[in-house]
């Protein structure tokens, strides 16, 4: 899977983007698609992981081991367990939270 997409602004003391023209991709979105497609299908493949019980303990996993870990840490390319690793993603799709956490 590929790494976390990077954008940036021109400014980086900017945390606002007032233009979409001053955004600055720099991975290739189609092999990002397609990644991300094959992560999803990957949990797909695994039901077990939407049980209700599962998603608990992957929460707890992710808030008590994995997030604290993560913070250490600037090597993106470590990837936690499929589970967690879902809770990450749904995570950073509040990237307010995210960033306070």
Known sequence: MASVSHV?????NNSSITHPSHIVVSEDLKQAAIDHLAYLKEYYDHPEYVQKQALEYAVYRYDMFWLPFLAEI??????PPL?????WHAHMLAPTSYASD
């Open 8 to 12: 940036t602004t021109p400014s980086s």
């Open 74 to 79: 600037d090597d993106l390319d470590i990837v």
């Open 83 to 87: 589970d967690v690793l879902f809770v």
